[in-house]
């Protein structure tokens, strides 16, 4: 039997979903911080992500709190549209508090990587240890790696003109990101930005436990010296057929 769809369902919706509590919790918090930049002078100064005072004066704050601040209006509605459009998927398949580690960890990082990319001896570093960096695209950056990585062939509007797989997406912003933190800053933090898709790849792929990887690796280069040290050769294959085994 053929069923109809019912009168009261639309056929047509827009965006990912309804906003999570937790996702209104993030823009509510951006937006009042916004509000209180316009309303008390020197907030943002004293807020934002400063690397000379974090290396300097050991103002370490700072790489939590500049990702609640903005320049402006657009800025905000920017990271916040995408923070709505990719973080709602994101969250259904992490759950809320996988999703707010994920979003934490990458901002969070992406402001310390920033810290010590200042403070390398090139000439890109001396400017950007002494900018002021705000706005939350450090973590929204790590959000559009993992969805990239989950939904790699999801279609992505670029430039909202022409669509293009996920994946590619990531891979072409990621590109501009590290090209434009090697050079002129131009008033975005582009290494901030390349410090977001970091932070999140290694987050998403890299080990779960480092010290764990790293007792790993440890033991399985002290099992392989031994091995070699006493002439234990593994069997199985014709070319170990006439070496000793033991």
Excluded: C
């Amino acid at each position: 039997m053929r069923r109809y769809p019912s009168a009261h369902v639309s056929s047509i919706s827009f965006g990912p979903g309804p906003l999570s509590q937790s996702l209104k919790a993030l823009i509510g918090v951006n937006v009042v911080l916004f509000l209180a930049q316009a309303a008390i002078p020197g907030l943002t100064r004293a807020l934002g992500l400063w690397p000379a005072a974090v290396v300097g004066e050991l103002q370490v704050w700072r790489p939590a709190t500049y990702m609640f601040l903005h320049g402006g209006v657009f800025h905000l509605l920017f990271n916040m549209l995408v923070l709505w459009m990719f973080g709602t998927e994101l969250e259904r398949i992490w759950g809320t508090r996988g999703f707010l580690k994920f979003y934490f960890v990458t901002g969070v990082g992406a402001g310390v990587l920033t810290v010590l990319f200042s403070i390398l001896p090139i000439d890109i570093a001396g400017e950007i240890r002494q900018s002021l960096v705000i706005g939350a695209s450090g973590a929204i950056y790590g959000l559009l790696l993992a969805y990239g990585l989950y939904f790699p062939d999801r279609p992505i509007l670029m430039a909202l003109l022409f669509p293009i797989p996920a994946k590619y997406f990531v891979m072409i912003i990621g590109a501009i990101a590290l090209y434009s933190s090697l050079g002129t800053t131009g008033g975005v933090a582009h290494a901030t930005h390349l410090g977001g898709l970091i932070v999140g790849y290694l987050y998403l792929k890299g080990p779960r436990n480092p010290w764990a990887a790293a007792q790993y690796q440890y033991l399985r280069w002290r099992y392989n010296r031994a091995r070699r040290r006493f002439d234990v050769h593994r069997g199985g294959r014709g070319g170990d057929w006439n070496r000793r085994v033991h």
